[in-house]
């Protein structure tokens, strides 16, 4: 395996066969990648294009921003948990689910 391989996969998008043409040319790294997209030079590559280019370098820009998800279950048992918690803490048996937890509770 090319090194660069494994940090090139967590890109939502790149298949082996683009990480591969990838690191032919010398790009093993998100940096280089940024910078080789920023330079126009992915977009020239066979199997890439201008939308491809365009769609790693927004996803290596918002890489920090990506929403977390959990599955329901978790968040559940999460929630009520907390509320449960608030309950003994205020005082009060005035807490309840609200937003998109409460439409599955």
Same mark, same amino acid.
Request: aromatic share 2%; hydrophobic share 40%; net charge positive.
């Given at each position: 395996?090319?090194?660069?391989?494994?940090?090139?996969?967590?890109? &939502?998008?790149?298949?082996? !066969? &683009?990480?591969?043409?990838?690191?032919?040319?010398?790009?093993?790294?998100?940096? #280089?990648?940024?910078?080789?997209?920023?330079?126009?030079?992915?977009?020239?590559?066979?199997?890439?294009?201008?939308?491809?280019?365009?769609?790693?370098?927004?996803? +290596?820009?918002?890489?920090?921003?990506?929403?977390?998800?959990?599955? +329901?279950?978790? !968040?559940?048992?999460?929630?009520?948990?907390?509320?449960?918690?608030? #309950?003994?803490? +205020?005082?009060?048996? #005035?807490?309840?689910?609200?937003?998109? +937890?409460?439409?599955?509770?």
């Amino acid at each position: 395996m090319p090194q660069g391989t494994a940090e090139l996969s967590q890109i &939502r998008g790149l298949t082996l !066969a &683009r990480i591969k043409t990838l690191t032919d040319i010398g790009i093993d790294s998100k940096a #280089k990648l940024s910078k080789a997209c920023k330079a126009g030079t992915v977009a020239k590559l066979k199997g890439f294009g201008i939308k491809v280019q365009r769609s790693i370098l927004d996803k +290596l820009e918002n890489a920090g921003q990506e929403r977390h998800q959990m599955l +329901l279950v978790d !968040a559940l048992d999460i929630a009520n948990e907390l509320v449960s918690d608030l #309950k003994s803490s +205020l005082k009060t048996q #005035k807490v309840e689910l609200v937003g998109q +937890l409460r439409r599955f509770w």
